[in-house]
């Protein structure tokens, strides 16, 4: 069995998503082709609500393509027929291709307990807006004739809400669109998915793991198995005697890592590791390449965790936290805000990593902040102080 070094297998996992080849130049149109090769390289693109900078799902394309076009993106993600969105990795995005190797979980989503409890209270609700979507068409839960109201300011939402997701779990309805309020529109599956994704055989569920698993290898380049098992949120124990099976037929290698102790490691035969690694970018928190925060403590010796439920006086660096990913090394961290109002991005904290050449690192960063601003809308960088590269980082902008 062969040993890697876990220099190598850095750079294989940075190759695998799509860092091994420089943000395009400023004179470059980013068109579909594009935004199609950053798909391919992470395989996944997780969605998440929260704006103070930008949505999740709009800055892995920021940390491969640089500045694009915004609305366009949108409109490919979700209009093109070529990607849905689903409970793939969380609520996320994928290929289409994804959809029958998942029909395994939508045969298996248990009755949750408000939608039992919506059954007591308005009998028939759930087929009602079942119905509802069926006559309408395109339906957001405003849409509804009866949306009910939202119980709390978090995950409070009204029945219509809840049916929504719900049939959307179990594959009744599909999400069609967000809107640029990032409300979610559903429809039926065949008015959505194309005809040859409906109509594709349901593979076995023990096929299907076995898929999803080498999607995630092809994703990650080298993985553990809780690395490539939580790409698509499968359980570990289900994925191990899939893991093995791919190694004896050869579609996986099993290597292991210097340092990262006897735990097996399973390595994609079309794996690459890139000479050098161009990279200078923010990372979102919930980027594939660090999504795994055990995984990029591992390959960067980056400890991670985003500290958004966490009190404000306890929290140790701040609500919104990039790594930023500087050639092959994780070198800073900045808590950031855009303010819209005022077209400020805020950098609300700024940190190097140890060891760093905190100059050369504000160099870079300052750079990217002003990149990042300038295709927010928010170009004033305003660096408050608060962290231990803020010094440099200031001078740096000035």
Known sequence: MRTLTPERARRIALTAMGF???????????????LRRVVGHVDIVQLDSVNVLARAHELPFWSRLGPH???ARDRWLWRSGELYEGWIHVASMSSVEVWPLLAHRRAQVPPWARVAAMADEAAGYLEAVLAEVTANGETSVRDLVDPGSRTGPWWGNPRGKVALDHLAAKGDLVIRDRTPQFVT???LPERVLPVEVLNAEVPPTEHARRELLLRAARAHGIGTAAELADHHRLRTRDARPHLAELVASGDLEEVRVAGWGDEPVF??????AARTIPARTLLSPFDPLVWFRDRAERLFDFHYRIEIYVPEAKRRYGYYVLPFLLGERIVARVDLKADRHTGRLLVRGAF???GVDRVAVARELAAELLELGAWLD???VVVEPRGDLEPALRASLR
């Not at 091994?20 to 594009?34: F, K, L, N, S």
């Open 20 to 34: 091994a080849r420089a943000r395009p130049g400023p004179e470059v149109r980013r068109t579909v082709a594009h």
């Open 69 to 71: 076009d915004r609305e």
């Open 185 to 187: 529109v559903y429809d």
């Open 267 to 272: 390595l994609h035969p079309e794996a690459r």
């Open 352 to 354: 190097a990593e140890e």
């Open 378 to 380: 928010v170009p004033d």
